[in-house]
């Protein structure tokens, strides 16, 4: 078919040419975006004059048709368009003829991609956003649930101190808040419409640039038409948060795969979010875990090459930015397939308390206590330290925990040790005396609870 563009050529495209240069196979997911920008953009025509409200309306209804024979399925996107924007404009003027060619005055295709984009992306911000509220409801019920849930924290993933299942999840809950931040930051910075600004110098034509922004949602228009077709700053910045977002999603499916072993049974993962072993048939395996672990590199690798991409690119438009959206489109799919998948897995996983507060037991998170306990009767903390060392190398000689030694041999090492010396160190008290605000004592971690409720109540208002 003829080229929008195919005025100056006298001569037909190589096939092989045309085939790499369109983007029609992975920019067609933009018709929506490419549709309502273009009905803005003519509703805006017709009042600045410079189309009809006859003409507008032909328009109108001819791209409102196109939308829904796309969704209904009865018009199909396909690869005899070189882009998306060719297909709307084609499909347009084969329906109301002529008038459809009025579509594209005042604007180039750099500023509609570039809006199309911007209009993508900031849809996108706010369905990924509002997957991470669901995830955080779920971390919130874990955190209410257990607050008591006694297991070992760790550093060096060695067992350090104790700490409740409330407050290890909790941490992630800020992880995820974070996440929510920078998505609204994203979406602030990016809220500004591109469309006016031509090829890169804007146009001839009397456009009035805010009535469009207004029209599409926008807080305004962009200041600089150069910069305006060129921008893919917020798409970098929409892959960071997603490579972000994995990150912490990542970080938690490692501790669930290493929670979910033999070794440690912390949790029991829901049958639909395991597998099996073909020739094991005792094997539960939790590939949910691992393959969010694993598709953390994928989101990586598209931020790393848009960052590549633009890195030598000078104003205003090059072609080289049609390679924003593979890379892009793919990302958006696994952070949301992993967000969602992710956010059923914990939702359904079962937590062996009685193994996680026999693990903080035997692996003697509460060591550090000993020590404070001596230092609490007049001990000088080195020796406090020194002393709790001896009694941790005597458990390990003997298997058995610091809660299992009798007070003699507690005395053999200090005279200044008391039967008070088990309450003490029990696990109960060795969590609830930490009332600092963020530690995980019974009292302040109510409190972050209660503040992580109104911050969701908010969310959803």
């Given at each position: 078919?003829?080229?929008?563009?195919?005025?100056?050529?006298?001569?037909?495209?190589?096939?092989?040419?045309?085939?790499?240069?369109?983007?029609?196979?992975?920019?067609?997911?933009?018709?929506?975006?490419?549709?309502?920008?273009?009905?803005?953009?003519?509703?805006?025509?017709?009042?600045?004059?410079?189309?009809?409200?006859?003409?507008?309306?032909?328009?109108?209804?001819?791209?409102?048709?196109?939308?829904?024979?796309?969704?209904?399925?009865?018009?199909?996107?396909?690869?005899?368009?070189?882009?998306?924007?060719?297909?709307?404009?084609?499909?347009?003027?084969?329906?109301?003829?002529?008038?459809?060619?009025?579509?594209?005055?005042?604007?180039?295709?750099?500023?509609?991609?570039?809006?199309?984009?911007?209009?993508?992306?900031?849809?996108?911000?706010?369905?990924?956003?509002?997957?991470?509220?669901?995830?955080?409801?779920?971390?919130?019920?874990?955190?209410?649930?257990?607050?008591?849930?006694?297991?070992?924290?760790?550093?060096?993933l060695q067992k350090a101190q104790p700490v409740?299942?409330?407050?290890?999840?909790?941490?992630?809950?800020?992880?995820?808040?974070?996440?929510?931040?920078?998505?609204?930051?994203?979406?602030?910075?990016?809220?500004?419409?591109?469309?006016?600004?031509?090829?890169?110098?804007?146009?001839?034509?009397?456009?009035?640039?805010?009535?469009?922004?207004?029209?599409?949602?926008?807080?305004?228009?962009?200041?600089?038409?150069?910069?305006?077709?060129?921008?893919?700053?917020?798409?970098?910045?929409?892959?960071?948060?997603?490579?972000?977002?994995?990150?912490?999603?990542?970080?938690?499916?490692?501790?669930?795969?290493?929670?979910?072993?033999?070794?440690?049974?912390?949790?029991?993962?829901?049958?639909?979010?395991?597998?099996?072993?073909?020739?094991?048939?005792?094997?539960?395996?939790?590939?949910?875990?691992?393959?969010?672990?694993?598709?953390?590199?994928?989101?990586?690798?598209?931020?790393?090459?848009?960052?590549?991409?633009?890195?030598?690119?000078?104003?205003?438009?090059?072609?080289?930015?049609?390679?924003?959206?593979?890379?892009?489109?793919?990302?958006?799919?696994?952070?949301?397939?992993?967000?969602?998948?992710?956010?059923?897995?914990?939702?359904?996983?079962?937590?062996?308390?009685?193994?996680?507060?026999?693990?903080?037991?035997?692996?003697?998170?509460?060591?550090?206590?000993?020590?404070?306990?001596?230092?609490?009767?007049?001990?000088?903390?080195?020796?406090?330290?020194?002393?709790?060392?001896?009694?941790?190398?005597?458990?390990?000689?003997?298997?058995?925990?610091?809660?299992?030694l009798t007070l003699e041999e507690f005395r053999?090492?200090?005279?200044?040790?008391?039967?008070?010396?088990?309450?003490?160190?029990?696990?109960?008290?060795?969590?609830?005396?930490?009332?600092?605000?963020?530690?995980?004592?019974?009292?302040?971690?109510?409190?972050?609870?209660?503040?992580?409720?109104?911050?969701?109540?908010?969310?959803?208002?």
């Amino acid at each position: 078919m003829a080229q929008l563009w195919g005025g100056r050529f006298t001569k037909e495209t190589d096939q092989l040419v045309y085939d790499f240069n369109a983007s029609i196979l992975f920019d067609r997911r933009l018709y929506r975006q490419d549709i309502e920008g273009s009905m803005a953009h003519v509703k805006m025509l017709a009042k600045q004059g410079i189309l009809t409200e006859e003409e507008c309306n032909s328009i109108q209804q001819g791209l409102q048709g196109i939308l829904r024979d796309v969704e209904n399925g009865t018009l199909e996107i396909t690869s005899k368009y070189e882009d998306i924007h060719s297909f709307v404009e084609a499909n347009l003027i084969e329906r109301i003829g002529d008038t459809g060619k009025k579509l594209h005055t005042g604007r180039s295709r750099n500023d509609q991609v570039a809006l199309d984009m911007r209009l993508y992306i900031r849809d996108e911000v706010k369905r990924t956003d509002g997957l991470l509220l669901g995830l955080l409801k779920v971390l919130q019920r874990i955190m209410e649930e257990n607050v008591d849930t006694f297991m070992p924290g760790f550093t060096h993933l060695q067992k350090a101190q104790p700490v409740t299942l409330a407050h290890h999840v909790g941490a992630y809950f800020e992880m995820f808040k974070r996440d929510r931040s920078r998505l609204h930051d994203i979406y602030h910075r990016m809220n500004y419409c591109p469309l006016g600004a031509g090829a890169l110098a804007g146009t001839t034509y009397p456009l009035d640039r805010e009535y469009t922004a207004e029209l599409l949602g926008f807080a305004g228009p962009t200041m600089n038409s150069m910069d305006s077709v060129s921008d893919r700053d917020y798409v970098i910045e929409y892959l960071s948060a997603l490579a972000t977002i994995m990150m912490h999603l990542s970080r938690f499916s490692e501790e669930i795969i290493i929670w979910n072993s033999n070794e440690y049974r912390f949790v029991e993962l829901d049958d639909a979010y395991s597998t099996g072993s073909s020739i094991m048939p005792q094997k539960k395996n939790p590939d949910i875990a691992e393959l969010v672990r694993g598709k953390t590199g994928r989101v990586y690798g598209a931020l790393m090459g848009l960052l590549t991409t633009m890195k030598g690119l000078p104003l205003a438009y090059n072609k080289d930015m049609q390679e924003d959206k593979e890379g892009v489109f793919d990302a958006i799919d696994t952070v949301t397939s992993c967000i969602t998948l992710f956010t059923g897995m914990a939702d359904t996983m079962k937590f062996n308390k009685a193994v996680m507060e026999s693990s903080a037991k035997n692996g003697f998170t509460n060591a550090t206590d000993v020590a404070d306990y001596l230092v609490n009767h007049g001990v000088p903390f080195r020796d406090a330290h020194s002393i709790s060392g001896r009694l941790v190398l005597r458990c390990i000689a003997q298997d058995k925990a610091l809660d299992d030694l009798t007070l003699e041999e507690f005395r053999e090492e200090s005279a200044v040790f008391e039967p008070d010396i088990y309450e003490a160190i029990s696990m109960k008290t060795c969590v609830e005396k930490r009332l600092t605000l963020g530690a995980p004592g019974q009292t302040v971690m109510r409190e972050i609870i209660k503040r992580n409720r109104d911050y969701l109540d908010e969310a959803e208002r």
